[in-house]
Every structure is written in C-alpha cells, then in structure tokens.
C-alpha cells in the first residue's frame, strides 16, 4: 500500500488533501499542530509537530520510518498576514520547515514524489498587477519568496535524488477548515451570522470590482492526488482553478442566499478591524444555536485580513484582473472543475453541517 504523509493537515488543502488519499486507498500520515477536523469514516495517523523543531522532525520520521509520498501544505505566516509576505524572516522559516521534515524522510530511501504549493504571489500578485492570464513558463518573477527558497532545495536535494516533485500555483482558495491563514469561507459565514443576529444588512464590505478566480480547495485535493503518480505531472508547476471566474459583487447575492440572508446595497467596511470586536455578539450566537465552542480568533485565524485583501477593500480604484491560465494543467491530463457558486454552497453547508456557523436562516438547533 502506498503511504503518503500530509503536512498542515489542518489547514485549509490539508484537510480535504488528506480525506481524498484515505478514500483512494493511501494509508495516511497526518502531521499538523492541530488535529484535522475530517468527514466520519476517515482514517489517518496523525501525530502533532512543530515544523521549525528539526530534532522533533528526525524523531518523528525515525519513529513511523518511511513514506512513499509527500503534500507539504504547511505554511508560517505572520500575524497580520499581508505585510510578513515580503518579511525575510518568514521566509527563512518556511523554509527550514520545508527542510526539517524533507531531509529525514529523503534519507529514508523510500520517497517517490512530494507536491508543494505556491500561488499567485509567484506572480507578484502583492506587488504589482501582472499581465493575464499568468502562465507557469514565465520566468520567475523578480522579488524575494519562500516559494523559490523551497523550489531550489526541492530541486538541489529531492530531484538528485530521484524523487519527484510537483508545483501547484491555485488561486484564491476556498475550503471547509477553520482557524487558518487564508480562508474566506468561514470569514463569510461569520459575517453573516453577525449580521442576521445584530440586525444588520449582509452587504459587500469590498471595494472596488475586478475579476479574479477561486479554487475549491477539494479540488485541489484530487489534483495532488492525480499528481502523486502522474507521470505527466513529474517535475512540474501547475496552476489550478476552479475553471471559471467571479467578482466579488456580482457573486454576493448568491453568498446571501446560500446564507439565507436577503442581499444588500454595498457598505464598505473592513473586516480585519470590525470583526474582531464581536466577540460577545458571536458567543451569543453559539449558545443560541448550540454551536461549537469556538472564539472568533479560533475560527477567522489570519484570514479576515485575506478577506480584505481580495475584496480590495480601500482601494481607491479597481485592481486590474488576476487571472492564470490552467491549459497546462488541462493538457497533461486533469479536467476537473466546479461552478464558483456552487462551491460557495457547499463549503457553508458543510461549515453548518459540522456546526461551526448557524444553518442557513439561523434556525435555532433542536
């Protein structure tokens, strides 16, 4: 049996990444700080670790022994997330935990393949607009990223070696996990909660519209799964999306009714600031609906500061588009993809399904 380890499997590709390769037949090794919050019927190893903690890391491989496959989907960012992205610091330590884990298992002789991940800040996306859509052969956009720090010890150290690596660059990414670094559907549930609780319109909070592109991060799970063997996917990067495209505004109306709540006039407003001070708002509204005992920082992580950032919140005028094209990764063989709206359905059913945010129209719990 192929065994693949999942690092950050709690985060917002662990999670979803770790439940495809256990439903395909994968024996699964789960490290992550938290345990993975996983859909009944799924069955992992999992084992607490601090990626900075090499010492920890050489114990931990020497304890479970070898793997044949690796989705490095962990990731440090700092709190406040937008500025640590250009921090030299942050990026040193992305790097060291990709390294403290990679070079044990390496040396185990058993690793075929690892998939990482990077994203459109591989395009400068937070530093200034790119022409559309982005493409993988484009040389490397010229700034500072622990996206090439990890790259050019993957191929100094992994490739020699005979193990194979694949690169995804997905776009916004939209998933079920809670508590994270960039995930704006549980940023939206809560939102709208508040708002149906203190009486307030669901209105967009954003700023000027543009185009840009989602990704399910489901989706992404059966493309590192698709990626583990491969062989048109060896040694590759990839953009990924879910295949379509949205703006914000034009998209609210549906998230008010996936959240049964009636649309509104636009109202800017920050949510990294406002969100944080309803925390007595939000705990009323657990014991309300007999939700799961969880404050706003457990559930919004840095995220409500990502929300801001893709919705331009502030911007005296509209960003120009941030789209990649994903032909490369339809020619070497995976078609998969997802109406956008229909993926915000589903990841906040599945948020209220789990009972972390109300039902839709905040039905109180039986």
Not at 306 to 322: E, I, K, L, V
Request: include cysteine.
């Amino acid at each position: 049996m192929a065994r693949v380890l999942i690092a950050g499997a709690s985060g917002v590709i662990g999670q979803p990444a770790l439940a495809a390769f256990a439903r395909a037949g994968f024996e699964v090794v789960a490290v992550s700080r938290r345990p993975p919050d996983l859909p009944a019927g799924i069955a992992c190893q999992h084992h607490a670790l601090d990626l900075t903690d090499a010492a920890a890391c050489r114990a931990l491989v020497a304890r479970i022994g070898g793997v044949s496959h690796v989705v490095y989907a962990a990731l440090y960012e700092k709190p406040g997330l937008i500025e640590g992205w250009r921090d030299e610091k942050q990026m040193a330590v992305n790097l060291a935990m990709f390294a403290n884990l990679l070079t044990p298992l390496r040396a185990t002789g058993t690793l075929e393949h690892v998939s990482f991940l990077q994203g459109t800040k591989a395009y400068g996306v937070h530093i200034r607009p790119f022409p559309s859509p982005a493409r993988e052969s484009w040389p490397r956009h010229p700034h500072c990223n622990f996206y090439w720090l990890q790259e050019d010890w993957a191929r100094a150290e992994l490739m020699p070696h005979g193990i194979g690596t694949t690169i995804f660059r997905p776009q916004v990414v939209f998933g079920d996990a809670v508590g994270v670094a960039m995930n704006i559907t549980p940023v939206l549930a809560v939102f709208g909660a508040i708002c149906r609780e203190e009486g307030l319109p669901f209105a967009y909070p954003g700023g000027p519209d543009y185009l840009l592109e989602a990704v399910d991060a489901r989706l992404i799970a059966e493309a590192l799964l698709w990626a583990a063997t491969a062989p048109a996917a060896r040694d590759e990067t990839f953009n990924i999306t879910n295949g379509d495209v949205f703006c914000w505004r034009d998209v609210w109306p549906a998230l008010a009714g996936a959240l049964g709540l009636p649309d509104a006039p636009a109202a800017p407003l920050r949510l990294a600031e406002w969100l944080p001070t309803q925390e007595a708002v939000w705990q009323r509204i657990v014991a309300r609906h007999g939700l799961r005992q969880t404050s706003l920082a457990q559930l919004l992580g840095q995220s409500h500061h990502y929300a801001d950032f893709t919705m331009a919140t502030g911007a005296a005028r509209p960003p120009r588009p941030a789209l990649v094209s994903t032909i490369k990764l339809r020619q070497a063989g995976f078609h998969a993809c997802i109406d956008t709206e229909q993926m915000f359905r589903e990841l906040l059913a599945l948020l209220a399904g789990k009972r972390i945010v109300p039902a839709a129209g905040g039905g109180t719990r039986s």
